[in-house]
Every structure is written in C-alpha cells, then in structure tokens.
C-alpha cells in the first residue's frame, strides 16, 4: 500500500520521523559528556570544602576558571567548549525542530521552550569558556546574576517576571527530584545502559545526582522569588552561592558534602547519557 501511495504521489503527505543528522547525534553525545565532566568538577571542588581544602565552592564558571588554570587547561576548556556548544545545538534542534516528537500543544510548547532556555543558558557557559580559553577574566557568579536580576527589577512588571523565573528554576528543582524518585530518567536510555549491574550503578548515579540538582536548583528558585518578593537583587543566589549558603546551615558540612557528592555522581550520569541516551 505504502508503496502504491509513493507511486501515485501522494508519499509526502504521509508523517514520517525526521531523524538527526549524524554529526548532530555525535555534537550532542559530546556535548553530553562535556557537561558531565563540568558537573563532575563542580562537586569535587565542592567536596573539597566539605574537607575544609578549598575556601567556597564554584559554580560552572568557577569549574571552567580551575581548568583554565591546569597545566594545558586551555587546550582542555577549548575541548569543553566545542562540548558544550554541542549542547547548546543539540538543545535547539530540539526546540526548534523538535525531533523527539514533542508536538505544538501547551505541554509540547512548554517542554521546547524549556530546551531553548536551556540552550541559550549553556550558550552563555560556551561563551565564557572561549573568553576564558583565550585569557579573559571572569568575575563570580552571583554578582552576575544580581546584575541582571536589578535590571529586571526595574522593569515595569519586573518583579513579576523575576517571581515567575524563580518559580519556573523552583519548578525544575522539584520536577528532578520527582524524576530521581521514580527513575524517570530511564527511558531516555537506550536498554544496555540499564542491563546487568551496570544498570544498578546507571539508576544509583542517576537518582542520587538528579535529587542534588533538583536539591540546588530548588534553593535557587527560592532566592529568586525572595528578590522578587523584596525587590532586592542581593538575594539571589547562583549555584555556587546556593552551595554555600548550603554550607552555613545547621550541620551544612555534611550537608555540602553528601549534594556536592550527588552534582558529581550527575556528572557521571551525563556520561552514561553521552554513550546512551535515545537520540531519535
């Protein structure tokens, strides 16, 4: 039947997959494994003060501002960098020509625009791996972010639009720790991942590392509804920040230790990720 459609003309208007292209699938893996290694640098340093070795913990652009400074570290964050713009490409093809079949209603429109913020969030993170690749500075993270958060805060609605960011971070922090719960993440990979005792290992890595993403990105989302709420732009916390006010909790010692172990058992996850997720 298929066949007599073909002949007749008529093949086009029949629904078909569009699958990505192969340097796009093997970009993304890439991409993949080069976020995993920043997560996986961010809960080492992070660790690292737990032991009381290191003074505060970095967010990715502090991870990125460690590797700079190892023997070859610009050779290696160049690497990182083409990762991480593999990423960023693989995360707008998503959004934009929606491969994983995502679709036009709400849900569908949220999730690609979810993979868009994404992108362009890890487009900036490109963007300061290359500055920093080729000998730029960098500056910390929460003076950034409160930066732009007083810009926002001075636009008409703008703290609405602040309470609705910080809502929306809040909402991923708690939809990671209901994927960690259930294992979600499980049908994004391909079934060998999950086979034999490496898939005990793959869940282990998986719902440990989403539950302290989900951990962080919670805490940040709160600090940024309390600037919404205050008007006040000193209240916002990025990831290194929300580590550190972790820190300063009753018994934040092994507080800090057990989510940095987590961020870096997420790293690992991402490799798996980078090897076997579904990429249609």
Do not use: C
């Amino acid at each position: 039947m298929r066949d007599e459609i073909k002949d007749e003309g008529y093949f086009l208007l029949l629904p078909s997959a569009s699958p990505v292209k192969p340097w796009i699938e093997r970009l993304a893996r890439f991409g993949f494994a080069a976020k995993g290694f920043v997560y996986i640098l961010i809960g080492v340093l992070a660790v690292q003060v737990a032991l009381g070795l290191r003074d505060k913990p970095a967010g990715a652009r502090g991870a990125l501002a460690v590797i700079v400074e190892q023997p070859s570290g610009r050779l290696l964050l160049g690497v990182v960098a083409i990762g991480l713009a593999g990423y960023v490409l693989w995360r707008f093809v998503q959004a934009i020509l929606d491969p994983g079949n995502k679709g036009s209603n709400a849900k569908g429109i949220a999730k690609r625009t979810g993979y868009a913020l994404s992108g362009a969030a890890y487009a900036l993170l490109a963007y300061t791996a290359i500055r920093l690749t080729l000998g730029a500075a960098t500056g910390g993270n929460d003076h950034r972010a409160r930066d732009w958060t007083a810009r926002f805060l001075d636009w008409p609605l703008g703290p609405w639009l602040v309470g609705v960011a910080g809502m929306t971070v809040l909402g991923l922090g708690v939809n990671a720790l209901y994927v960690a719960y259930g294992a979600r993440f499980h049908e994004k990979l391909q079934p060998e991942a999950l086979s034999g005792k490496t898939g005990g290992w793959v869940t282990w890595a998986g719902r440990v590392g989403l539950a302290a993403r989900g951990t962080v990105f919670g805490l940040i989302g709160v600090f940024l509804i309390r600037a919404a709420v205050e008007s006040n732009p000193r209240r916002v916390r990025d990831l290194d920040g929300a580590l550190q006010v972790l820190a300063r909790q009753p018994y934040g010692t092994g507080m800090l230790f057990i989510v940095a172990a987590g961020l870096a058992a997420y790293g690992a996850y991402l490799f798996v990720e980078a090897r076997f997720r579904r990429i249609p």
